[in-house]
């Protein structure tokens, strides 16, 4: 397995297909419902775009001081808020899909300008200026807008001119999107494959109380503000499930900064984001299944 042609072709080619997933399921009436749903935007919007990369950095700060490169991974993690499969998971769980699907719509636009940024701030702060890795803001916005905002926008042209096209092809092109995010990940552990066990063994706490943290604050902060519970699922689920396959493409991909183990942590919370929120949605399904005692 080449490491460069998983690098430069698997990953763009997997964002790809699932960001053209996402735009299937989009249309222009999703961003407008920012209007309609405005107490439960800006607070599915805070808990992604602010409240997780404040937990990113300040779980780096305290588990992965002394793993720099890990730091800085989970932070670009942090800040790639989730796809497609925070809608199907919502669904699952009965949440309120369509705030969801806006709440991803939000991001996927704001992220575009957000990652390059905070990415770097990130590499000043554990590499110092001396550093070799760096993103050039402008060509970052731009490499992330070709690998996700554009395919997205293809498939909101197909769903706009073709409805029922794009209804049919939802479920093959998820099943594709699930078929190479699992590929991505097998192609991280590849590269790192000399020292993935300790590099795991290090980052896996970090992504496992930033998966956690996210879930459980996502999830009581809409109850304090007095959510309803279809929006409290919604919001849990938006907090913490992150878009693996992007935070990986932007470490590892020498497009962007180049850097395996930087993906490491995307690799591991990857892996533990479906088990909990496996665990979430059960726990969710089981307590709305018991019979109201009167």
């Known amino acids: 397995m080449n490491s460069g042609i998983i690098s430069t072709a698997l990953l763009p080619l997997a964002l790809a297909i699932i960001m053209f997933g996402l735009g299937l399921s989009l249309k222009l009436a999703d961003f407008k419902r920012i209007f309609l749903y405005p107490k439960a935007i800006f607070i599915g919007s805070f808990t992604q775009l602010i409240l997780l990369p404040v937990l990113g950095f300040s779980i780096a700060a305290l588990l992965l001081k002394d793993s720099p490169e890990l730091a800085i991974g989970l932070i670009i993690l942090a800040m790639c808020p989730g796809g497609p499969t925070s809608n199907l998971l919502t669904h699952l769980a ?9 709440l991803t719509a939000i991001s996927s636009i704001v992220k575009i300008f957000t990652i390059p940024v905070m990415v770097n701030i990130a590499i000043l702060h554990y590499m110092g200026v001396t550093s070799e890795f760096h993103l050039d803001v402008l060509s970052s916005i731009l490499k992330i807008v070709t690998i996700t905002i554009v395919p997205a926008a293809i498939g909101m042209l197909v769903k706009a001119w073709a409805e029922v096209f794009a209804q049919r092809a939802q479920k093959p092109v998820k099943i594709m999107s699930a078929v190479f995010l699992v590929l991505v990940i097998i192609a991280a552990i590849y590269q790192e494959r000399g020292t993935i066990i300790q590099s795991m063994v290090i980052a896996g706490p970090a992504a496992l109380l930033l998966n956690l943290s996210g879930m459980l604050l996502g999830y009581y902060i809409p109850r304090f503000f007095q959510l309803p519970l279809s929006q409290q699922i919604t ?9 693996g396959t992007l935070a990986i493409a932007i470490a590892s991909s020498p497009l962007m900064l180049g850097n395996a183990t930087m993906a490491i942590p995307a690799v591991v919370y990857s892996l533990i984001m479906f088990v909990t929120a496996g665990l979430f949605i059960s726990f969710i399904n089981r307590k709305s299944a018991k019979p109201v005692m009167g």
């Open 94 to 102: 009965n949440g309120d899909t369509a705030l969801c699907i806006s």
């Open 235 to 243: 919001i849990s689920i938006e907090t913490s499930i992150q878009n």
